[in-house]
């Protein structure tokens, strides 16, 4: 058989990966009224034909709630990842082009945000907005730009030394078209790969803070949620609440990378060599 | 790539083998009995006076074993062990007395005056006297943050062995209140009580660990009958760490939940005590305000007083105990089922077609979706359950799915307590109460400053001057009544014919895994708090 080319393979990993996403976001969402459902004549089933994830103590269905969970999680990774990495963008620029006084405030703020540890303020500003949806994306929005931001003031510092930029300048264009039509284009790929990088860890600060009480309410289905109730069951040997939750949630982070690391290796084909 | 698809292969492996080799838990229980089963037969032989008894953490008392921080006398009341109490609760939650004498209260209810024992000493050696009476509950007074005795002016100390407390008002229900509160030395308190403390109850506090255990020996000075049990070491643990304390025999007794009870474990049974620890929840009787201060109190659907008769009777409250208890409950009709002071007419059966008349008298027509409406407002409401309880989550589920079928549509959302009790101002939330004393139907329907009850919306001046009136009552006799006519008098009330704010659900059932040979004597009915009511009598248990 012939080998394959690297390029297409990594393309394919790459949209093999974002499909199966994209199949569980949906799933997910079309199941979410059912994730709700409580039975209890169906309640502590171990996995079957018909309840493939097996059911918990108030008879609701583990596949759908996981899947639910995960679609949740997703989303919310989606939405957090999305504006933590406006924020990183935003600051990063601003914190390389605007001189040494704004450069020295935002790199002390980066300190700052990462001298905390994340799961602490995560907490705190989760509670502060009265937990929940928003209190979850708030927090993983607020505490998860700072490495990003860093990567992009470092980039654009290094741009700005750039002999096509400076020459850019000689010619007299103004800065804003500088920014718009010479950086950009070169901070993209870095900025999204940063972006998809992001997902695997706000999705897992999102199900530990959730496990910790902190996050969503537990009716909800979210996977923090299913994980710490599974706790309690798994001395009375109802091993399914955990490890089918757990498999799927390390699975989907893992695919988050692949996706991510893949689109890395497709914008910037160098680093595949590295 | 291939290096790379190997490693994720890989993590995904070891994944597995860490979660299903926590998963497989249960598998080496034979090996644990066998270990049980030898140190079953080791123990009995040289350790007949002693027991290990495994609790929630919530139980140990945060503040130390103090009564004016909650030992004893707060949320969760119990007989305080270390210390003595004047009076104590009976099996049938009648009174008796421990330090008292003779209790008696003057014609106008304002003065109690208790004479007390002479030969008690605390475990110092120091003899207690009236005076520490006095100065217990004057401190008590002046800090208890977890209960209320606002209704006390002062206690005085006549002589030795005489105690006299006046009241701010009438208080018929007094000696349940001397029932709880451990009598502490006068020349031996100090900020630091609460972890040395000394009393002159049954057992003296050894050694506390916080956060892991506390071990208690029999005073071997106690006036009254000797412990039979001479240790007793009390464990604080997680639920499921009870459990597997049990699975490998490290515990005598440990508390357990009902989703655990299908469980068998060998040597052990599974104990089953009935309690007035009850769950329910508030229907705020008024339409929807908004106060001076700008606070939403009240709700349109529930404050139809049809409607709360409709969800009264249509809640299937034996199906619900089967499902969310394993049949480890009854069910509940009033705060205090059971209690001297219970009115029987609260009891009702389930119906659900009367039900559906109620809800059509009141005007809620089905709708299309199977939601009953009117003028266009949809019949729902949000069930409140705190969230770190699993056991109110799944009650509120059950609450939920069962109204559904009235075509009431109800969805549940877990809180916290930071933000519980003002939402129940306006929303249904499903509590849990249950004391020893009628004080609790006080707290519950009574209203306060002229406003509304504390907890949920209610107004109803007859029920008010009801309890007005027990609580100034000669005797307890005659309050007991005073306290069922509030509750219902024929006319109007708090019960499915009068104006029903509260739902009760059911009272849930103890549950304690003990070994077998061990005997815990008869138990009081428990109150709420699934903890320190079990060992009340830990000093008559015994080993057969």
């Known amino acids: 058989m012939k080998k394959m080319n690297g390029r297409i393979l990594t393309l394919v990993a790459f949209i093999a990966a974002v499909g199966f996403l994209t199949a569980i976001t949906i799933a997910g969402t079309v199941f979410a009224d059912e994730a709700m459902v409580v039975d209890f004549s169906r309640k502590n089933l171990a996995p079957c034909g018909q309840y493939i994830f097996g059911?918990?103590?108030?008879?609701?269905?583990?596949?759908?709630?996981?899947?639910?969970?995960?679609?949740?999680?997703?989303?919310?990774?989606?939405?957090?990842?999305?504006?933590?990495?406006?924020?990183?963008?935003?600051?990063?620029?601003?914190?390389?082009?605007?001189?040494?006084?704004?450069?020295?405030?935002?790199?002390?703020?980066?300190?700052?945000?990462?001298?905390?540890?994340?799961?602490?303020?995560?907490?705190?500003?989760?509670?502060?907005?009265?937990?929940?949806?928003?209190?979850?994306?708030?927090?993983?929005?607020?505490?998860?730009w700072t490495s990003l931001a860093r990567l992009i003031r470092g980039e654009v510092l290094q741009l700005k030394e750039a002999t096509y930029i400076k020459v850019a300048e000689k010619l007299g264009k103004s800065k804003f078209e500088i920014a718009w039509k010479h950086m950009v284009p070169h901070l993209l790929p870095q900025f999204l790969v940063g972006l998809i990088l992001m997902f695997p860890h706000a999705i897992l600060h999102e199900a530990s803070i959730t496990f910790l009480g902190f996050g969503l309410s537990p009716e909800q289905p979210a996977i923090g949620i299913i994980l710490s109730e599974s706790m309690t069951y798994l001395t009375m040997g109802k091993w399914w609440l955990a490890v089918f939750p757990g498999l799927l949630l390390v699975f989907t982070v893992v695919l988050f990378d692949v996706a991510g690391e893949s689109l890395r290796k497709l914008l910037d084909p160098a680093s595949a060599h590295v | 790539m291939k290096k790379r698809v190997l490693r994720v292969i890989l993590a995904l492996v070891m994944t597995v083998s860490l979660i299903t080799g926590c998963g497989a838990k249960e598998e080496p229980t034979a090996e644990t009995e066998e270990s049980t089963a030898i140190e079953e037969s080791a123990e009995p032989a040289e350790a007949k006076d002693s027991v290990i008894i495994a609790m929630g953490?919530?139980?140990?008392?945060?503040?130390?074993?103090?009564?004016?921080?909650?030992?004893?006398?707060?949320?969760?009341?119990?007989?305080?062990?270390?210390?003595?109490?004047?009076?104590?609760?009976?099996?049938?939650?009648?009174?008796?007395?421990?330090?008292?004498?003779?209790?008696?209260?003057?014609?106008?209810?304002?003065?109690?005056?208790?004479k007390i024992r002479d030969d008690v000493k605390f475990t110092d050696g120091e003899a207690l006297t009236a005076e520490d009476v006095a100065f217990t509950y004057n401190t008590v007074k002046a800090t208890s943050s977890v209960n209320d005795f606002t209704m006390l002016k002062e206690a005085v100390a006549v002589d030795d062995t005489t105690v006299e407390f006046h009241m701010e008002k009438e208080y018929s229900i007094w000696p349940y209140t001397m029932a709880i509160v451990g009598i502490v030395p006068e020349h031996a308190y100090g900020p630091a009580y609460g972890s040395n403390p000394i009393g002159s109850g049954r057992y003296i506090m050894?050694?506390?660990?916080?956060?892991?255990?506390?071990?208690?020996?029999?005073?071997?000075?106690?006036?009254?009958?000797?412990?039979?049990?001479?240790?007793?070491?009390?464990?604080?643990?997680?639920?499921?760490?009870?459990?597997?304390?049990?699975?490998?025999?490290?515990?005598?007794?440990?508390?357990?939940?009902?989703?655990?009870?299908?469980?068998?474990?060998?040597?052990?049974?599974?104990?089953?005590?009935?309690?007035?620890?009850?769950?329910?929840?508030?229907?705020?009787?008024?339409?929807?305000?908004?106060?001076?201060?700008?606070n939403v109190i009240g709700n349109d659907f529930t404050s139809d007083v049809l409607v709360r008769r409709a969800i009264n009777i249509g809640i299937d409250r034996e199906q619900l105990i089967e499902n969310v208890m394993y049949g480890y409950g009854s069910a509940a009709y009033s705060v205090c089922d059971g209690m001297p002071w219970y009115n029987e007419a609260a009891e009702v059966s389930y119906d659900p077609e009367a039900a559906a008349a109620l809800l059509e008298e009141a005007g809620w027509v089905m709708g299309t979706d199977g939601i009953r409406e009117k003028d266009g407002v949809k019949a729902a409401f949000t069930l409140m359950y705190p969230a770190s309880d699993s056991v109110r989550q799944a009650m509120a589920a059950d609450t939920a799915n069962q109204l559904k079928l009235l075509g009431i549509e109800v969805s549940t959302e877990g809180v916290g307590w930071d933000v519980a009790y003002t939402r129940a101002l306006y929303e249904p939330l499903m509590w849990g109460w249950g004391?020893?004393?009628?004080?609790?139907?006080?707290?519950?329907?009574?209203?306060?400053?002229?406003?509304?009850?504390?907890?949920?919306?209610?107004?109803?001046?007859?029920?008010?001057?009801?309890?007005?009136?027990?609580?100034?009552?000669?005797?307890?006799?005659?309050?007991?009544?005073?306290?069922?006519?509030?509750?219902?008098?024929?006319?109007?009330?708090?019960?499915?014919?009068?104006?029903?704010?509260?739902?009760?659900?059911?009272?849930?059932?103890?549950?304690?895994?003990?070994?077998?040979?061990?005997?815990?004597?008869?138990?009081?009915?428990?109150?709420?708090?699934?903890?320190?009511?079990?060992?009340?009598?830990?000093?008559?248990?015994?080993?057969?």
């Open chain 2, 206 to 294: 050894k050694q506390w660990d916080k956060g892991q255990q506390v071990i208690f020996e029999a005073n071997p000075d106690y006036y009254g009958e000797a412990p039979k049990m001479k240790k007793v070491t009390v464990l604080f643990m997680d639920e499921d760490a009870a459990f597997a304390a049990i699975l490998a025999g490290q515990v005598d007794l440990a508390y357990t939940a009902a989703s655990y009870s299908e469980q068998t474990i060998e040597g052990y049974e599974l104990l089953s005590f009935a309690s007035v620890d009850n769950r329910g929840f508030n229907l705020p009787a008024v339409p929807q305000t908004t106060d001076a201060s700008g």
């Open chain 2, 435 to 544: 004391a020893h004393t009628p004080m609790e139907l006080y707290n519950m329907y009574h209203t306060v400053d002229g406003g509304s009850a504390v907890y949920s919306p209610y107004v109803n001046e007859t029920v008010d001057k009801y309890m007005d009136e027990a609580l100034a009552a000669d005797t307890l006799e005659e309050s007991y009544e005073l306290w069922k006519k509030a509750q219902w008098d024929g006319e109007t009330g708090v019960t499915q014919d009068g104006d029903i704010p509260w739902i009760w659900l059911a009272n849930i059932d103890h549950l304690y895994w003990s070994r077998e040979n061990l005997n815990v004597a008869e138990q009081k009915l428990h109150p709420h708090g699934h903890g320190w009511s079990v060992v009340n009598n830990v000093d008559q248990w015994t080993w057969d």
């Open chain 2, 57 to 114: 953490k919530g139980s140990e008392p945060a503040s130390g074993f103090d009564p004016a921080y909650g030992w004893g006398a707060g949320e969760h009341v119990h007989e305080p062990l270390i210390q003595s109490t004047l009076t104590v609760t009976t099996k049938d939650l009648e009174i008796d007395y421990d330090l008292a004498t003779d209790v008696q209260v003057s014609e106008d209810g304002m003065i109690w005056t208790v």
């Open chain 1, 55 to 144: 059911t918990d103590w108030m008879g609701r269905d583990m596949f759908v709630r996981t899947l639910t969970g995960l679609s949740m999680s997703i989303k919310i990774g989606l939405l957090a990842a999305g504006v933590s990495s406006i924020i990183a963008f935003i600051l990063g620029t601003l914190a390389a082009t605007m001189g040494k006084t704004v450069d020295s405030i935002i790199t002390w703020i980066i300190d700052l945000v990462m001298g905390i540890p994340h799961i602490l303020l995560l907490i705190l500003i989760s509670y502060a907005f009265g937990k929940g949806f928003k209190g979850v994306v708030i927090g993983v929005a607020l505490t998860h």
